[in-house]
């Protein structure tokens, strides 16, 4: 045990206490102990891993904390927690990152440097891709690994300032080779079971990323946008049919037009032809009830590919592909074979390797030049798909990408997903309705596959043709006990190294898994699977998976799908969703909108407990505004913070013999409704309602400083029975309210806990109830007659530790034989010689006569 500072204070306790619950490993998940206790014994959490690219923001900091909090009850409550963390560190932000750090790119024609010195360090501005240095992938990829390091270590000390109670042993990073064994092992098991499966398809493609980008990380954005009313030309020259659209410059690319079945005004065109205005292909009309009457004119221009629709059409039509955008975002080179005039071909040559937006220009001029244009709307705001990290709308090329079906066109699986869904507790229970809404409308399969390159290599290789072309029929996979390979420089099983790339040999695969295909994996990778079984068993299915509620459709979905398809469960029993942080606009902070705000700085002034306070005074699924000028929650929990250390020093000033029994009816009365707050407090942390938790029992610590010392002060410095009665009450409020506080205010209780304790509070006992038998109405009716006595005192603008000759309280009788029972009390904190007790309708002050002037 400590000694007791003569002025407490917060400065320093992270430092102090951060560093002694390393040191005796406080937060240790204790293995033997789990395997004593079993897995009903353990409490599990699937935390988290965070972008290593860049700095945590506020947000991170307030989901995190309610997590916290939720794994310190558990450990408290006598549960062995398994609470890991993790880093994803792989992926295309973090490529982002260390092309804008280090000035830099990928190129991977480039041979390997190894004196390569990056031309800059340390910049965070976007430097155009022209000016970025070219570098082989593998002096790129070690470029990655340095700097997720260095940002994970930044994390780790920003997180163990806030007072994480992770266990920093049980750790993993998304790039590790532990972890690319897992994620190729559950791919391979996968592509076994016929989950994962390869296809040429219209792919969704960020051409600044040079990658596939899968349906969850869309997101839409508002962009200028015009119709422009363009004349198709019936083959049989009976007139003219208008389509208008938005994408002229996809013109070349049109395989049809489509009206709605009912549509009377197109219902005599379906089963005809017409012929494209500058390029003169003849298309087909056709019938499909996806088109939409009211919108344009009516009828819809088919292309190869401009939107979703268009791959609808595309597939549900059969028609021919004439994809005319590359990778780059450009124009091909090369016309669609359906071209065939000179006149179309030659307006062709003057769109390719034009942008989008400069093809877009162009064209609009050359038919308006053919008079083909017949008019050009108004400009109007619609939404555009982009990836959530990218700066230009995504384009639609036809790629070959690996998927893994997630029952967009399986009704057995999504009924599966969705009935594992409704076994998973949520919190809020609202949040359940996302996910089943995000599975009712998924339109595709999960892709997987990234054209990137510090990731996860796919682990696979295809068979070349005797003219040495791939044959995507044979797919080469590796040895499992060969796991992690990287195809780009292991060789398949019955291969050697000379037969990479000849005809008869084997190609690799060059492609990587998407990041949320690795994060997916987040139980399998914190939890042992298929490396330590032992574990796993203790730990799986985890208790809990605590996120935000943007990535319900990426993370979230994306680890139940695993689940389901590995073990025919859910993976874990409680989601516990935390709401957005928003600026004092209520705007949702994120660094695309430049209003996050770092944490350090936050930390540095106000102290962890007070940012931990701030974050658990919100409940789950619940915004929070954020005012960094003003953060009057902040400060309240520094309040908060400083007075437990206060409070704890009073009361622990006077000593209790170790035989001293509470009997005082107002000491009984304040444990009795502690046991209550107690109660409360375990029922609400048991439902994941930290912030009631908090709430609860914070109102009865103002209580117990405000009321309750003040009350048994003059008693308890008395002594004798009575003052023993008070002291050991004292000693017993004071140990419970630390226990009760410990999850959130964790430094401070720390701290006041080892002036009188043995061990962490972290590890103490959760508190129960002490169930002495007092009435907790005996306190509630003191705290009023004090409040009354405090009023009269400063209405009469006389000091609170003036002598009162006389007062006295009315109330209610049944309240009058409460104060009976405390009148010694009452008396000594109103410094009242004589008090007198009448009938009333409320407990009020109704006369009061000072010892020098009546009144």
Known sequence: MADIPDKPQLEGLEAKWGERWETKGTY??????????????????????????????????????????????????????????????????????????????????????????????????????????????????????????????????????????????????????????????????????????????????????????????LEDRDRPAAYHRLAFHRTDGS?????????????????????????????????????????????????????????????????????????????????????????????????????????????????????????????????????????????????????????????????????????????????????????????????????????????????????????????????????????????????????????????????????????????????????????????????????????????APFDVRPQGQDIIRTWLFSTLLRSALEDDRAPWRHAAISGFIVDPDRKKMSKSKGNVVTPADILDKHGSDAVRYWAASSRLGTDAAFDPQNPTQIKIGRRLAIKILNAAKFALGFEAPADAQVTEPLDLSMLAALDEVVEQATAALDGYDHARALEVSEAFFWTFCDDYLELVKERAYTGGAAGASAAAALRTALSTLLRLLAPVVSFATEEAWSWFQEGSVHNAAWPVPSALGGDPAVLAAASEALIGVRRAKTEAKASQRTPVASATIAAPADRIELLRQIEADLRAVGRIAELAFADGDEIAVTSIAFEEQES
């Open 28 to 217: 240790r998940f204790d293995r033997a102990a789990a395997q004593r206790v079993g897995r009903e014994g353990v409490f599990s959490v699937d935390t988290p891993p965070p972008t290593a690219s860049g700095s945590l923001h506020i947000g991170h900091v307030f989901s995190y904390t309610h997590t916290d909090v939720k794994a310190r009850f558990e450990r408290m409550r006598g549960r062995q927690v398994f609470y890991p963390i993790g880093w994803d560190d792989n992926g295309l932000p973090t490529e982002r990152r260390v092309q804008n750090y280090y000035g830099v790119r990928c190129d991977p024609s480039l041979p390997y440097d190894p004196d390569f010195t990056p031309p800059f360090e340390g910049t965070t501005k976007n430097i155009k891709a022209a000016d970025q240095v070219p570098i082989s992938r593998r002096n790129f990829t070690e470029l990655c690994e340095r700097l997720t390091v260095e940002d994970e270590a930044k994390f780790e000390e920003l997180w163990r300032q806030l007072g994480l109670s992770v266990d920093w042993t049980q750790n993993y990073r998304t790039i590790s080779d532990d972890t690319i064994r897992t994620s190729q092992l559950a791919f391979l098991g996968n592509l076994e079971r016929g989950e994962a499966y390869q296809s040429l398809a219209p792919t969704l493609w960020d051409i600044d990323f040079r990658s596939a980008i899968a349906q969850a990380e």
């Open 239 to 539: 007139g003219d049919i208008l389509i208008e659209t938005t994408r002229p410059e996809l013109l070349a690319a049109c395989v049809a037009l489509v009206a709605h079945p009912d549509d009377e005004r197109y219902q005599p065109f379906f089963g005809t032809t017409v012929r494209t205005p500058l390029f003169d292909v003849e298309v087909p009309v056709l019938a499909h009830t996806a088109a939409q009457p009211d919108k344009g004119s009516g009828i819809a221009m088919v292309c190869t590919f401009g939107d979703m629709n268009d791959i609808i059409w595309w597939r549900e039509l059969d028609l021919p592909n004439r994809t005319i955008i590359g990778k780059d975002g450009r124009v091909l080179a090369d016309a669609p074979e359906a071209i065939t005039s000179e006149a179309g071909l030659a307006a062709y040559g003057e769109l390719a390797g034009k942008t989008v937006f400069s093809a877009q220009k162009r064209i609009v001029e050359l038919l308006d030049e053919s008079g083909e244009l017949v008019n050009t709307g108004d400009t109007f705001q619609h939404p555009v798909k982009f990836f959530e990290k990218g700066d230009r709308p995504l384009e639609i090329v036809s790629t070959r990408q690996w998927y893994i079906r997630n029952g967009a066109r399986d009704a057995e699986l999504r009924e599966k997903l969705l009935a594992l869904g409704g076994e998973i507790d949520w919190h809020p229970e609202f949040m359940r309705v996302r996910y089943e809404n995000w599975v009712n409308g998924l339109t595709g399969d999960w892709l997987v596959s990234r054209q990137r390159f510090f990731g996860v290599p796919i682990p696979v290789w295809y068979g070349l043709d005797e003219q040495g072309e791939r044959d995507y029929g044979r797919v080469l996979t590796p040895e499992l006990s060969a796991l992690p390979v990287d195809p780009s420089s292991d060789v398949p099983p019955g291969y050697d190294a000379s037969q990479r790339g000849v005809p008869g040999g084997f190609e690799a695969e060059t492609d990587v898994f998407d990041t949320w295909a690795t994060s997916s994996l987040t139980p399998q990778l914190a939890g042992g699977w298929s490396r330590d079984e032992e574990l796993w068993n203790l730990v």
